[in-house]
């Protein structure tokens, strides 16, 4: 049992074809290509890409919502980034790692109580298998649907 679970555990682990990206850098990013989002101590800030104003220490973003967003009375509609600042961009959702970690735990569940359970009509192997495969569908299912409601962030290098 604990060889299938180190099996399950190492198949979770991304392997170097499944890495991700590298960041993207702030200079590339085209106007209006996506949601970005600015953390800085005093706040965030979140809205469409507009563009670098100047050099890369301003940003601007349409509409922009937060406490880190200029006054719409304010002359400048720039956000100033600090040396502090981190930069997200959106990168879709968690569906695939919650399809993931849903099979692996769904699997283990089932199996586990099944095993538990004690039934002495059917093998222990036989257990192992359907509880494996009935338990990873189903948590796939669920894992993915929970993965969806939660949306993944990439880093921006400036």
Do not use: H
């Not at 719409?72 to 502090?84: A, E, H, M």
């Amino acid at each position: 049992m604990r060889q299938l679970i180190a099996v399950l555990l190492v198949g979770l682990l991304p392997t170097a074809s499944q890495a991700q990206d590298p960041p993207q850098r702030i200079e590339n990013l085209g106007v209006a290509c996506c949601t970005v989002r600015i953390w800085a101590n005093d706040g965030q800030a979140q809205g469409t890409f507009q563009g670098l104003v100047g050099s890369t220490s301003r940003i601007m973003l349409s509409p922009c919502k937060g406490k880190l967003c200029p006054k719409p009375d304010g002359i400048d509609s720039t956000i100033v980034l600090q040396k502090s600042t981190a930069i997200e961009i959106y990168a879709g959702r968690s569906v695939e790692k919650g399809v993931k970690w849903g099979a692996a735990l769904g699997g283990l569940a089932l199996t586990g109580y099944w095993l538990a359970k004690g039934d002495e009509e059917q093998e222990d192997a036989g257990k192992i298998g359907a509880g494996m495969v009935i338990g990873g569908v189903v948590g796939a299912v669920v894992g993915g649907l929970i993965g969806a409601l939660f949306p993944r962030w990439a880093p921006v290098i400036r």
